[in-house]
């Protein structure tokens, strides 16, 4: 089965860049798809086909995947960034899940 | 648009059974998949399986024996079934609508669900 791998925290300067990574083995050559997680909220997808953010989603919020590493980018890091964020990928017919990374905003 | 219901407590052995209603668009779309994911205690998400309107699914290799989902198209619903229940299957269920990218779009808010006796 494919593996997926996330640091396990973050942490980012208020108004600085966070970078959190997803690594896989040629994870290029697949669609990589990110979500938020609030404390006691459902995941909201932050991101999607690797760099593709969904209708209200801001604009800090990129993407980008290449080789054996994706990464979400959150330019100006906010204080309401502060959240769990889950990579997804599909492995032939499974969806995969990261293990999830703690942004904190310090 | 997605919303969960059923028992949010099972005991162990028994089964447990989760509905998920559709509202603002139809589960009848050929767009989308129609997806539950869990997610334990204080732990990450896991997938379960989904299924398409068709009645076509895919399941979770390490539930598949235990999982069943099924569509109600006419209640523009979906549901899930897993047998045997123990407590390691405590969680969050959520359902939540697969778009043409293999994301994950929109969820329901999540039914806790304990299994105890």
């Known amino acids: 089965s494919y593996e997926i791998t996330q640091p396990l925290s973050v942490s980012v300067a208020l108004g600085q860049t966070a970078r959190i990574t997803c690594g896989g083995t040629n994870i290029g050559n697949r669609y990589v798809h990110w979500y938020q997680q609030r404390p006691g909220q459902a995941p909201l997808l932050v991101m999607y086909?690797?760099?593709k953010g969904p209708s209200g989603i801001p604009e800090r919020f990129s993407g980008s995947n290449s080789g054996n590493t994706a990464t979400l980018t959150i330019s100006g890091a906010q204080a309401g960034d502060e959240a769990d964020y889950y990579c997804q990928v599909w492995d032939s017919s499974t969806a995969v899940f990261g293990r999830g990374t703690k942004l904190t905003v310090l | 648009r997605l919303q969960e219901s059923g028992p949010g407590h099972v005991k162990p052995s028994e089964t447990l059974s989760l509905t998920c209603t559709v509202s603002g668009g139809s589960i009848s779309s050929t767009n989308y998949y129609w997806g539950w994911i869990r997610q334990p205690p204080g732990k990450g998400l896991q997938w379960i399986g989904i299924?398409?309107?068709?009645?076509?699914?895919s399941y979770n290799p390490s539930l598949k024996s235990r999982v069943t989902m099924s569509v109600d198209q006419s209640n523009n619903q979906y549901s899930l079934r897993l047998t045997s229940v123990t407590a390691a299957d405590t969680a969050v269920y959520y359902c939540a609508s697969r778009g043409s990218e293999g994301h994950f779009d929109y969820w329901g808010q999540g039914a806790l669900v304990t299994v105890s006796s």
């Open positions: 299924i398409y309107y068709g009645g076509s699914t």
């Open positions: 086909r690797d760099s």
